[in-house]
């Protein structure tokens, strides 16, 4: 039996939430529909395909990507991490615990990008990245202090249509703390 692969396909090995997974995949096909189809990987969702939403959000290298922008075969050996890969055992990362107690999510549909934001944008922070509200005159390389508006503005990508914005923010604030 012939085991060459097809032309318009590739043979992938992507870290997910800390294990190695090849897959044999579509050239053309995109990080979410591997996470979701390829690897039941359901917690990230297809919101509009076309990166304006953020509910595909997910962690590459521990950078926020749109996971419904990006080839899988282009994230070869990188790590991705998903909402599921953000759990510690049972218990659940710090983030998703302040968007439980803070009632940061009404419908659920949008909360997994939400999440995987939430953990890059203080990660962000912390390493002094700036945003488009980060005051300049602010010394390069120090934290960067959540404010409201600071939250508001990195997660400016990540739409919700239940409109749960003041919990996620009050959910961002006290995790940041």
Do not use: W
């Amino acid at each position: 039996m012939d085991q060459t692969l097809p032309e318009h396909a590739s043979t992938v090995t992507l870290r997910v939430n800390g294990t190695d997974r090849s897959l044999t995949l579509d050239h053309r096909t995109t990080l979410l529909d591997a996470l979701r189809d390829h690897l039941d990987l359901t917690g990230t969702k297809k919101g509009c395909d076309h990166g304006q939403c953020g509910a595909c959000t997910v962690l590459l290298d521990g950078r926020r990507v749109n996971g419904c922008l990006l080839f899988a075969v282009a994230c070869a050996g990188r790590s991705v991490t998903t909402v599921e890969g953000l759990t510690d055992g049972e218990g659940l990362h710090p983030v998703q615990e302040a968007f439980v107690a803070r009632d940061a999510l009404q419908c659920g549909y949008c909360t997994p990008g939400q999440i995987c934001s939430a953990v890059a944008l203080l990660d962000e922070a912390a390493r002094g990245e700036p945003s488009h509200v980060t005051p300049p005159e602010r010394r390069p390389g120090d934290p960067v202090p959540l404010t409201p508006d600071e939250i508001r503005e990195r997660m400016s990508g990540n739409i919700c249509r239940c409109g749960a914005y003041p919990n996620i923010v009050a959910a961002i604030e006290e995790a940041a703390r």
